[in-house]
C-alpha cells in the first residue's frame, strides 16, 4: 500500500507545485471554492516532503516486512545509512524549488 501512495505522490509532485505556484499567482482573481483548493493544495506541497521523511524514519528499511511494503522504491540504495531517509523529502523539495524558479518570470 505504501509503495503506491509514495509512488504516485513522488511522480505527482512537480504537477502540483506548478499548479499550486500558478494559482498562488493568480490568488486575487480566483473564486472562493478555487481559493480553498489552493491552499489545501499548497498545505500538501510544502509538507508532503516532511510527512515522507517521518514515514521513513518510523520504518526502518532495513526491516524484511518494511522492505517488502516500500522497498521497491529504494532498490538500489543501501538502506542502511541514515541519508536514505532524506533523499524523498530532498527530492520533493527540489522540485518544489524548481517550479517555483520556472514561474517566476511570471511574478516580475
Given at each position: 500500500?505504501?509503495?503506491?501512495i509514495?509512488?504516485?505522490?513522488?511522480?505527482?509532485?512537480?504537477?502540483y507545485?506548478?499548479?499550486?505556484?500558478?494559482?498562488?499567482?493568480?490568488?486575487?482573481?480566483?473564486?472562493?471554492?478555487?481559493?480553498?483548493?489552493?491552499?489545501?493544495?499548497?498545505?500538501?506541497?510544502?509538507?508532503?516532503?516532511?510527512?515522507?521523511?517521518?514515514?521513513?524514519?518510523?520504518?526502518?528499511?532495513?526491516?524484511?516486512?518494511?522492505?517488502?511494503?516500500?522497498?521497491?522504491?529504494?532498490?538500489?540504495?543501501?538502506?542502511?545509512?541514515?541519508?536514505?531517509?532524506?533523499f524523498?523529502?530532498?527530492?520533493?523539495?527540489?522540485?518544489?524549488?524548481?517550479?517555483?524558479?520556472?514561474?517566476?518570470?511570471?511574478?516580475?
Open positions: 500500500m505504501w509503495s503506491s509514495l509512488r504516485y505522490s513522488t511522480t505527482s509532485y512537480l504537477n507545485s506548478i499548479t499550486t505556484v500558478l494559482n498562488l499567482r493568480l490568488i486575487r482573481d480566483l473564486d472562493t471554492q478555487s481559493v480553498v483548493i489552493t491552499a489545501v493544495t499548497a498545505l500538501y506541497v510544502l509538507t508532503w516532503p516532511f510527512i515522507i521523511y517521518k514515514i521513513l524514519k518510523a520504518n526502518d528499511l532495513a526491516k524484511p516486512e518494511i522492505k517488502a511494503q516500500i522497498g521497491s522504491l529504494y532498490m538500489n540504495y543501501e538502506t542502511d545509512k541514515q541519508s536514505v531517509y532524506h524523498t523529502a530532498y527530492f520533493l523539495y527540489r522540485r518544489l524549488i524548481f517550479a517555483i524558479v520556472l514561474l517566476m518570470p511570471l511574478f516580475a
